[in-house]
């Protein structure tokens, strides 16, 4: 029985939080395949191993370099399949350099694709667009396949819901995901289960882990005998229950993100927020007082933003007890409103992909002010807010809360506070001043050579022991049935034959 080849290929646009798309495809893969898991920025790509399957997952911002990569991989005969927010928004542009383009989730779509590359490679040509999965049904994403200990101790990827119930104008996740689901707590579980032993806290990559508030309630029930601290995502809607900060605290949350945007209320108000930002400071306190913390999204350039919005976001900010910011411009992913809206009205400053990258990259026209005006603003709004004498500040200020989580003994809380605070500055100045910036892009495209072994190895592919079995009571039905997807005939009889086995076991 032949044994096949996969690769399933990120590009991330920066040093982010392990993303669980792949390791979710790779965990509905047919067994027939050998795969590796690849993240560019920390792992070498070895494009000259033999490989039969590759599938790509790229944003708008490393679109370019995804497609390039997949017309050098078709020139070698290799098939190749791209996903994500970008082609989904867009797949015919995306059919132009792959076999298949999956839009939206991918795993109903993967299932096919897989099972028509084993009756022939030729077979996967297209746009595959499925119905999303029955989440209870699906086995854990294959984390055992990243290179966890690359991200660090701090944030292991964890997912318990898809979607987001909100549909504000500039974010693309409505449209990639069909409504928001949770998956069962069993299946948090097993996942946290088989995190490797040095894991210290975890990541869940929800959009809105808390949507559900019972849910939610179960979730922080179970995840209390754990024992594990955490961070999640969150509207700012749930930091106004004490009650349910409290049980977060006693889960084990230590970080709570949410997307403000704007202290700017007509900017929320166009951009369908469903926010009062009169509200923030008194939410932001909540999370702090609960021994969380807070940290905030804020996105600039908006139709209502005027050049004094920087200087009194600054002054919201040094009023709050936010321990923690993220500075951007608005990004109109393609796909979105605002896209649309932008182009409808020929204010797009450039459709270069490479630009879309956020932070102080201004790729709209603004209303109110010019886009030298944009960037200049942003810029010293994130370096006056990681100025040494406010991140000082802001670690005495997190030193003197007793409930905030320690990570680790509780005599490292002063060093770890200050070494992370310091991080942060490093962190926002190299994103903000020019010189750092190219500094750093030098950085990225190095960083991944500081693993020596995998020159040693010159494979992306590893020897690694058999998945664990999956313990999760689910009485669903098996992932095929619960879609109603069953492999077809041809395979059937192959799988009869005793030459394949189309649909995986979990």
Request: proline share 8%.
């Amino acid at each position: 029985m032949r044994r096949y080849r996969l690769k399933l290929i990120t590009l991330p646009w920066e040093l982010e939080v392990p993303t669980l798309a792949l390791a979710s495809l790779a965990a509905v893969t047919p067994k027939q395949f050998d795969i590796a898991i690849v993240d560019v920025l920390r792992e070498q790509l070895f494009l000259e191993e033999p490989t039969d399957l590759v599938g790509l997952s790229a944003s708008t911002p490393t679109i370019k370099a995804a497609y390039a990569l997949a017309d050098l991989y078709r020139a070698r005969g290799v098939t190749v399949v791209i996903g994500g927010h970008h082609v989904t928004a867009l797949p015919e542009e995306g059919l132009e350099h792959a076999d298949a383009v999956v839009c939206g989730e991918g795993e109903v779509s993967w299932q096919r694709i897989c099972e028509d590359f084993l009756v022939s490679p030729k077979k996967v040509q297209g746009i595959y667009r499925d119905a999303a999965p029955d989440l209870a049904t699906l086995p854990p994403p294959r984390t055992d396949l990243l290179r966890n200990e690359r991200y660090g101790a701090f944030t292991f990827p964890i997912v318990a819901s898809r979607g987001c119930p909100e549909a504000c104008g500039f974010c693309f996740a409505k449209r990639m995901t069909r409504g928001y689901r949770t998956y069962p707590i069993a299946h948090v579980l097993e996942q946290i289960r088989r995190r490797p032993p040095w894991v210290r806290a975890l990541y869940f990559v929800d959009d809105n882990l808390p949507a559900d508030p019972d849910h939610a309630r179960e979730l922080f029930a179970a995840l209390k005998k754990e024992a594990v601290p955490f961070g999640m995502q969150a509207r700012h809607e749930f930091s106004r229950d004490s009650g349910a900060l409290r049980d977060a605290h006693e889960a084990g949350c230590a970080l709570i993100s949410s997307g403000y945007e704007s202290v700017n209320q007509p900017s929320l108000d166009r951009q369908g927020k469903r926010a009062a930002a009169g509200d923030y400071r008194e939410v932001i306190h909540e999370i702090f007082a609960a021994g969380i913390i807070p940290s905030g999204n804020w996105m600039f350039g908006f139709d209502q933003d005027t050049p004094d919005t920087f200087a009194r976001t600054l002054a919201f900010l040094d009023e709050t007890d936010l321990l923690h910011c993220s500075f951007t411009t608005e990004i109109p992913f393609p796909g979105t409103a605002a896209w649309r809206k932008y182009k409808a009205e020929d204010r797009l400053l450039t459709e270069d992909y490479d630009d879309y990258v956020g932070k102080d990259h201004v790729v709209v026209r603004p209303k109110e002010m010019t886009p030298k005006q944009l960037q200049d603003g942003i810029r010293w709004l994130a370096r006056s807010f990681y100025s040494v004498p406010r991140a000082a500040k802001r670690l005495a200020k997190a030193f003197a809360n007793p409930k905030l989580h320690t990570l680790g003994p509780a005599i490292l809380k002063g060093p770890a506070l200050a070494g992370l605070n310091a991080f942060q500055v490093w962190q926002w100045h190299y994103r903000m001043f020019p010189p750092l910036q190219a500094f750093y892009q030098r950085l990225l495209t190095v960083y991944r050579h500081r693993y020596v072994m995998d020159h040693v190895r010159q494979t992306n592919f590893r020897a690694l022991p058999p998945p664990l079995a999956w313990t999760l009571p689910v009485e669903a039905k098996s992932f095929h049935t619960a879609q109603g997807y069953q492999p077809s005939r041809a395979v059937r009889l192959r799988v009869h034959s005793g030459q394949v086995a189309a649909a995986p076991r979990p």
